[in-house]
């Protein structure tokens, strides 16, 4: 999970597309 939070903390050109993407990839680990 601290890898997905390093993704979405610094906030720097993450739109939504891409936080669908990290979503996705949640999803699919659980």
Do not use: A, H, R, W
Not at 1 to 16: A, N, T
């Amino acid at each position: 999970m601290d890898e997905i939070k390093l993704l979405i903390l610094p906030g720097d050109g993450i739109g939504p597309e891409t936080v669908k993407e990290v979503k996705k990839i949640i999803s699919f680990f659980n």
